[in-house]
């Protein structure tokens, strides 16, 4: 990714709230029901709604993001 892209997401991030509710995607809930907490990776995170609800649901997530902002709201 180049700069400008980093600056785009950075901005996109920015405005919005930290205070969201924590979302996961359905395709994502659909396919984990039933198994057992392991270890998984997200890339391209955002702002992290799906690592959030996997930690809560008991597993071990690394989230990786372009955007610094993202990570840290």
Same mark, same amino acid.
């Given at each position: 990714?180049? &700069?400008?892209?980093? !600056?785009?997401? /950075? ?5 919005? %709230?930290?205070? &969201? $509710?924590? +979302? $996961? /995607? !359905?395709?994502?809930?659909? =396919?984990? !029901?039933?198994?057992? $907490? *392991?270890?998984?990776? !997200?890339?391209? +995170?955002?702002? *992290? =709604?799906? %690592?959030?609800?996997?930690? &809560? &649901?008991?597993? %071990?997530? /690394?989230?990786? /993001?372009?955007?610094?902002? *993202?990570? =840290?709201?």
């Amino acid at each position: 990714m180049t &700069q400008s892209d980093r !600056e785009r997401w /950075d901005a996109k991030y920015a405005a919005k %709230s930290a205070t &969201q $509710p924590v +979302c $996961p /995607d !359905e395709w994502l809930m659909k =396919h984990v !029901e039933g198994r057992s $907490p *392991g270890a998984a990776l !997200e890339l391209a +995170c955002g702002l *992290g =709604h799906n %690592s959030i609800w996997l930690a &809560q &649901q008991g597993w %071990s997530v /690394d989230a990786v /993001d372009v955007s610094s902002v *993202g990570l =840290h709201l």
